[in-house]
């Protein structure tokens, strides 16, 4: 029997329940969903079993992600779940070139803001018009006041990296912009999180 090396993130665990009742009101009822950043592999499988029309398509930087990722799937036993892909968010190529929607949870904050741009840009090249772009994890907003539990974090997070932090959603959603990409929605989450849905114009 082969080791068992399968992540487990206690964010994800709290997390995916709210993040499903979300994507059930704004996935396709078919295709494909590529998500970024897949971490563990939680999310990936949690959403595969709740949806098993979509064919899902995970990734990430990390070769243990990968491995947790692929360890997931298989105890899982899940059919509609692809290979995890090595995709970096940040690159002008990926290793995938069409999605129906794309899902990104808890990544903006805790990478460069040169890999959202990236991510926003792979958008605008693999969704068809009216594909979804989904977003989740904590933002600062204009006219909304900043929770001091999100200060506290945004200030762990520049300590770990200076490139990191919370960003503000009128700055992505001005960047989702240049790449054809319209912010449709915004719906309050538990623990001071937000679900942000764009669309391919």
């Known amino acids: 029997?082969?080791?068992?090396?399968?992540?487990?993130?206690?964010?994800?665990?709290?997390?995916?329940?709210?993040?499903?009742?979300?994507?059930?009101?704004?996935?396709?009822?078919s295709g494909t969903v590529l998500e970024i950043a897949s971490g563990s592999g939680e999310h990936v499988t949690s959403f595969a079993a709740s949806f098993p029309a979509l064919t899902w398509q995970p990734?990430?930087?990390?070769?243990?992600?990968?491995?947790?990722?692929?360890?997931?799937i298989e105890a899982e036993a899940l059919a509609n779940v692809l290979p995890p892909l090595d995709l970096d968010?940040?690159?002008?190529?990926?290793?995938?070139?069409?999605?129906?929607?794309?899902?990104?949870?808890?990544?903006?904050?805790i990478s460069p803001w040169r890999t959202t741009?990236?991510?926003l840009k792979g958008a605008g090249r693999c969704l068809p018009l009216g594909g979804l772009l989904f977003l989740y994890g904590p933002f600062r907003r204009e006219g909304h006041p900043f929770a001091q539990s999100n200060i506290d974090?945004?200030?762990?997070?520049?300590?770990?990296?200076?490139?990191?932090?919370?960003?503000r959603l009128e700055d992505v959603a001005n960047l989702a912009g240049q790449s054809g990409l319209i912010l449709t929605s915004v719906?309050?989450?538990?623990?001071?999180?937000l679900s942000v849905v764009f669309r391919r114009q």
């Open 117 to 119: 741009e990236g991510l």
């Open 89 to 109: 968010a940040a690159s002008g190529t990926w290793p995938v070139d069409h999605a129906d929607a794309i899902i990104a949870i808890n990544m903006i904050h």
């Open 1 to 29: 029997m082969s080791e068992d090396l399968r992540l487990s993130s206690p964010s994800a665990l709290r997390n995916r329940g709210p993040i499903t009742e979300v994507l059930r009101n704004i996935l396709p009822e």
């Open 187 to 193: 719906i309050e989450m538990p623990a001071n999180n």
């Open 59 to 72: 990734s990430d930087l990390s070769v243990q992600a990968r491995t947790s990722i692929s360890q997931w």
């Open 153 to 167: 974090f945004d200030t762990s997070l520049r300590a770990r990296d200076p490139a990191w932090g919370i960003r």
